[in-house]
């Protein structure tokens, strides 16, 4: 029935979709893991000690894994509704993903290995492995999506091998930096959003250094996009006011980190983020791999797709699986929406009667709802909080 | 970049490496499988009795499936990054049939098992107990619906069904989805596959108990988890053989120079034997063999004097069938990984035997050496793994999808010199990861448990008291 109902739908129709699908795994991918990624490569500057560090990487502990799962979706989904598109995309970005997959892999194991020595120089190893490892892939995605966008030599044979340096232009390095200042400030306004006292205020005064970069590289480089596709006349999937927003966005979170209004500081990031790939996305459509070399050459959502019957199981399968998917990951960000806290601090009174200073490595939480500083800041960052 | 690399071909170079990276990470994803089943057994049994040891049971070992879990976790996106980087023109033959199981594979199972992994290690103490043993019992499944699908995939290589090939574009496209997901080459390597990884826990549970027991640790703890893990290693190598032995009568018919080549058999034969091993060579003068009489016939085919065709005969049929070329395997790999991984599979059935046996004469914990046989058997389930799945890829050769695409013709056009980088840089990660994850592994496995926590009593606000760790 649900078969013979998504059956009947055009071929080109569902060529769309499973593009508007990706699109929206990739928004889901920078929005959700761009907070975790911000995160660590804050973790150097607004951590003072290894506690701080500790409570940092527990503000997205539960959920990073979950959030990375949205790039293996979107690598796989890739693969299924549009192979041509796969293969080339990932033979041609050769370099880039090898070293993003790198990347994820010594960050990845770095959460989990680092809690199992307390030797200072083992923890300081593995805090560099998780700088790095969402410094890298940061900056790459940055560039990859804007060489996407501006073409890569595809030639007659429908080949092309990116050299490293050859991915490298003014324009994808703008966007590399772009990207990078967005996931700063997402995981800033992510920081003062989960974290309470000292920490909540070292995150604002980051998230209020990070903003003027950040506006000064999304006006730069959305201004650069939008040129471009004018010049080549493609313009009308963008409409000018999908990046105009997503200036708004991310000089609206300077304001918004000002007032301490960290929820929608946060949104404000994240739909700065979405905007912005967002922009490059509708720029790419209907192409999938921009040639620069001819537009005969592009490769696009009509000639890489999948044959009707795969788009049409695909849709079903995506149909039934992904809401309740987004039901059970939403659910488990409701389950930790508390902040995470310092065990030297002490929970306010009646929220929970843990009493006394916990021991090694305890963390105590106070609701999210309470706003500024119920909580008194007696952070010490001399306390010996490990009794190691 | 790689000088040693300079004059081999990418396909070897990619054949390698994907070896390499596929086998490192089939070390891990079976115990991943196996270790969340034994938790999620031991966390019930804490949740039924209320009993404390089983809590720190379910804690203890639970530490040492996070360790697994994280690098399982992250070798398993340069598998799905890698088809399209090494073998683009692979992905574009077969995207259609072998891109959907993977996305159904991130869809239901990964997204699955990141979201309760996270629950279950943050959630204690956050979510009700319930929801906590819940929680570890879908990371269980997860990991077992992700084996599906990825098996989907992978038997689809082995034995291509609901497909056809479209004169335009030259690509294998879907016909009949429900045929992929139910190819009975599937159904024999699913089962054979996920039983391998219950045995493949059950008998580092097994190895690590006895090391714990052997050092005077908590009886009630090792001894229990011994037991435990006795059960479901069992029974889980039981059923590995089992499933194993039917699929080699599909294997036989599916893919007959695999069989073949399994034995080295060269003439097609009637009542054809199984030899245990071989001295000399493979090809027909051998120095010495033990052979069992009409073994491979029953193997084979489930008759005494069933036939058996011999390489040469499949050889030459195919020739016939797919054009000139050479269609044999690599006999000698072939040869050796069936019967190590035959033979490990019967040495794990033996000391199961063994060990129930113990049980049952109640001297389990007391035979010193047994326990010591037990850790030294740690490495074995993880050798019949790897051993398998070397017969089962290298026996396709040089088809990479049999009968459709060979090989030669799947890699990517990329030269030497990324694929060498490549390989030397993941070789190189993959060794230091090595290292580091078996230092902690080895590290974890020989810490004491904690002392079993007494329940505490409910707070003022009647939740439980317990604060939950920064786990981190």
């Known amino acids: 029935m649900i078969a013979m109902v998504v059956g009947a739908i055009h071929p080109g129709t569902l060529q769309v979709f499973w593009f508007m699908l990706i699109g929206v795994m990739w928004l889901m991918y920078f929005f959700l893991e761009g907070f975790d990624f911000g995160v660590g490569i804050l973790l150097p500057f607004i951590a003072k000690d290894d506690l701080d560090r500790r409570v940092l990487l527990n503000t997205f502990g539960q959920v990073w894994d979950g959030n990375e799962v949205w790039l293996i979706v979107a690598g796989g989904a890739t693969f299924a509704a549009f192979p041509r598109w796969y293969a080339l995309l990932f033979s041609g970005f050769y370099l880039p993903l090898l070293l993003i997959l790198l990347a994820l892999i010594v960050r990845g194991v770095a ?90 205020e070292r995150a604002r005064s980051a998230a209020r250094r990070i903003a003027p970069v950040a506006i000064a590289a999304v006006i730069a480089f959305l201004s650069w996009t939008f040129s471009n596709a004018i010049g080549a006349h493609d313009t009308g999937i963008v409409p000018s006011f999908i990046p105009l927003l997503a200036i708004v966005a991310v000089i609206s979170t300077a304001w918004l980190v000002s007032e301490h209004l960290d929820g929608w500081a946060f949104l404000s990031t994240g739909l700065a983020i979405i905007l912005t790939v967002g922009t490059l996305l509708l720029n790419l459509y209907p192409r999938v791999m921009v040639s620069s070399v001819s537009p005969a ?38 389950v930790f929406r508390k902040r995470v806290m310092r065990p030297t601090e002490q929970p306010p009174l009646g929220t929970s009667a843990a009493a006394g200073p916990p021991p090694g490595g305890v963390a105590t939480t106070v609701p999210s709802s ?13 306390a010996p909080a490990e009794g190691s | 970049m790689l000088p040693l690399a300079a004059g081999v071909a990418p396909v070897t170079l990619a054949r390698w490496q994907f070896g390499v990276t596929t086998i490192y990470h089939f070390l891990f994803v079976p115990l991943t499988i196996g270790l969340a089943l034994i938790v999620a057994i031991m966390q019930t049994a804490a949740y039924r009795s209320g009993k404390p040891h089983w809590d720190s049971m379910a804690r ?65 103490g956050r979510v009700s107990p319930r929801i906590h043993l819940i929680s570890i019992w879908l990371v269980a499944f997860g990991t077992t619906v992700s084996a599906y699908f990825i098996l989907s995939a992978n038997a689809w290589m082995q034995h291509p069904v609901g497909y056809k090939i479209d004169p335009k ?20 390597q699913f089962t054979h596959v996920v039983l391998a990884a219950y045995t493949t826990g059950a008998f580092f549970v097994l190895g690590v108990s006895a090391w714990q027991l052997l050092h005077n640790r908590s009886q009630e703890i090792f001894g229990r988890s011994l037991r435990v893990a006795l059960v479901v290693g069992f029974i889980a190598i039981l059923g590995t053989i089992w499933f194993g032995d039917s699929q080699a009568q599909l294997m036989t018919k599916e893919q007959p120079m695999k069989m073949a080549s399994a034995e080295a058999l060269y003439h097609t034969q009637d009542g054809a034997s199984f030899s245990l091993l071989t001295i000399g060579n493979l090809s027909g003068q051998p120095i010495f063999q033990i052979r069992l009489p009409h073994l491979l016939s029953v193997l084979a085919d489930r008759s005494w004097d069933g036939k058996v065709l011999g390489i040469d005969n499949v050889q030459a049929a195919e020739v016939k069938k797919y054009g000139p070329g ?17 033979g490990l599979g019967f040495l794990m059935l033996g000391v199961g035997l063994w060990g129930l046996w113990l049980l049952k004469k109640k001297r389990l914990e007391k035979k010193r050496w047994f326990l010591w046989a037990l850790v030294w058997c740690i490495p074995v389930p993880f050798l019949a793994n790897t051993f398998g799945w070397i017969f089962t890829e290298m026996g396709r050769q040089p088809w990479v999808v049999y009968g459709l695409l060979k090989t030669s013709k799947a890699v990517s056009h990329i030269g030497t010199g990324y694929i060498g980088t490549s390989f030397a840089v993941f070789a190189g990660v993959y060794s230091i990861l090595a290292v580091v994850e078996i230092g902690l592994m080895v590290k974890t496995a020989k810490t004491p448990p904690d002392e079993p926590k007494e329940p505490e009593a409910g707070s003022e606000t009647g939740t439980r008291t317990e604060v939950p760790e920064l786990v981190y």
């Open chain 1, 111 to 200: 959460f989990e290995f680092r809690n199992h020595n307390r030797a200072p120089a083992w923890r300081a190893s593995w805090d560099r492995a998780i700088f790095w490892g969402s410094l890298l892939p940061s900056i790459l995605w940055g560039v990859a999506f804007a060489d996407f966008v501006a073409g890569v030599p595809i030639g007659k044979d429908g080949r092309y091998v990116a050299g490293f340096w050859h991915l490298l232009t003014p324009y994808s390095i703008l966007g590399g930096i772009t990207l990078l200042a967005l996931f700063c400030l997402h995981g800033s306004t992510f920081v003062s959003l989960r974290t309470t006292g000292d920490l909540r």
């Open chain 2, 60 to 124: 203890w070992w639970g530490k040492l499936f996070l360790i697994n879990f994280a690098i399982g976790v992250v070798t398993g996106i340069v598998q799905e990054f890698q088809f399209g980087m090494d073998w683009s023109h692979f992905s574009t033959f077969v995207g259609n049939i072998f891109g959907p199981p993977l996305a159904m594979e991130g869809l239901l199972a990964f997204f699955l098992e990141s979201t309760f992994i996270g629950i279950w290690i943050f959630g204690r």
């Open chain 2, 326 to 342: 050479n269609y044999e395997p690599i006999i000698w790999v072939t040869y050796w990984t069936f019967r190590l991984m035959v």
């Open chain 2, 169 to 188: 574009t030259h690509q294998a496209v879907m016909v009949d989805f429900w045929a992929v997901m139910t190819n009975p080459t599937l159904l024999g």
């Open chain 1, 297 to 334: 050459y592009d490769l696009t959502i009509v000639n890489t797709a999948s044959a009707h019957y795969t788009l049409v199981v695909m849709t079903i399968v995506a149909g039934i699986f992904a809401p309740i998917v987004l039901l059970y990951q939403g659910w488990s960000y409701w």
């Open chain 1, 370 to 382: 309470e706003k500024v500083g119920p909580v008194p800041d007696k952070a010490d960052p001399m």
